[in-house]
């Protein structure tokens, strides 16, 4: 299974970005796909993620109301639309799969990994 995460950039305060996360190598649709981040000199943490099903979506509360995961089986890719965003969102965003399972946070429940795309949130 090989992920690859693309679309990041330079945006401004307020502005909007969709990074894409395309799957290949396997049967896209059995797979949860969840997104997480690292900011500069922090830990990487959990974003959102969406089920295989693309039934279930879930955020963490500092994007939530903000950023939408939705899914595209037939380009097998999962999105990343990120409104208003803050100078805070900046960070290199990794796309993550594992086959079936449900809307986990822990990146340990994740076994694969995408190389990460960078987002710059700055005036």
């Known amino acids: 299974v090989q992920l690859q995460a693309s679309g990041g950039g330079l945006v401004q305060p307020g502005g909007s970005l969709r990074v894409s996360c395309e799957l290949a190598g396997r049967t896209f649709s059995t797979y949860t796909i969840g997104w997480f981040r690292r900011a500069p000199g922090k830990e990487r943490e959990f974003v959102g993620t969406i089920t295989f099903s693309g039934t279930i979506t879930s955020y963490a509360d500092s994007v939530k109301g903000r950023f939408t995961i939705s899914r595209d089986n037939a380009k097998n890719t999962v999105y990343l639309q990120m409104n208003s965003l803050k100078p805070e969102d900046t960070a290199v965003y990794y796309c993550?799969?594992?086959?079936?399972?449900?809307?986990?946070?822990?990146?340990?429940?994740?076994?694969?990994w995408g190389q990460g795309t960078e987002v710059t949130v700055s005036s």
């Open positions: 993550a799969a594992r086959q079936y399972g449900s809307d986990y946070r822990n990146e340990k429940m994740y076994h694969y």
